[in-house]
């Protein structure tokens, strides 16, 4: 019963996540600064907490890395890598987060994010504090997947896990 409503409640993180991309995304695929929704990032990566995932939550940090593919046109991809801190655990918790993300184009944008955990997932919000989108707020959000997850967590044995999700920026003028 238990892995039902663990599955029933992923797959509601998934339609949640592609519903969000559908909303997000700019109907004519001009480019950020002629679209009011900003930027809207897909993101696949991996994470690393230390020391692993438990079934109740702790004192964690974790490190980050993933690749993006945009909604705008410049830039259109990038390289995130972060790092993390707070009480996390496989399904309840908070943390904040120092992402850094690499573009495409060559330019860099440092974000600052509030995540809470959230029946195997994560999601949040924070600020572009520096580069490319400085000032624009960010909306993020992920599930997460590891072999075996829900019996791995259960024993504590999650060491590291894949993460597909998305990273939203919101310029500041946007009234979003």
Not at 17 to 36: D, F, I, K, M, R
Not at 111 to 121: K, R
Request: hydrophobic share 35%; aromatic share 8%; glycine share 14%.
């Amino acid at each position: 019963m238990i892995r039902r409503r663990i599955t029933t409640a992923v797959a509601g993180v998934a339609l949640g996540l592609s519903g969000l991309q559908v909303v997000a995304a700019s109907p004519s695929g001009a480019a950020e600064s002629a679209s009011p929704w900003g930027s809207y990032c897909t993101m696949a990566g991996s994470i690393a907490p230390t020391p692993g995932l438990t079934y109740e939550s702790r004192p964690t940090t974790y490190q980050l890395s993933g690749t993006l593919d945009c909604t705008a046109d410049e830039p259109a991809h990038g390289t995130v890598t972060g790092t993390g801190k707070g009480t996390t655990g496989c399904f309840a918790g908070s943390s904040t987060a120092l992402l850094k993300v690499a573009w495409d184009n060559g330019t860099v944008s440092t974000v600052n994010a509030e995540l809470g955990e959230f029946t195997y997932g994560a999601g949040g919000h924070g600020m572009v504090d520096n580069g490319t989108f400085e000032g624009d707020h960010v909306y993020l959000g992920w599930g997460r997947q590891a072999a075996r997850a829900e019996e791995r967590c259960a024993n504590s044995q999650v060491k590291s896990y894949e993460i597909a999700g998305y990273l939203q920026f919101y310029p500041e003028h946007s009234g979003h």
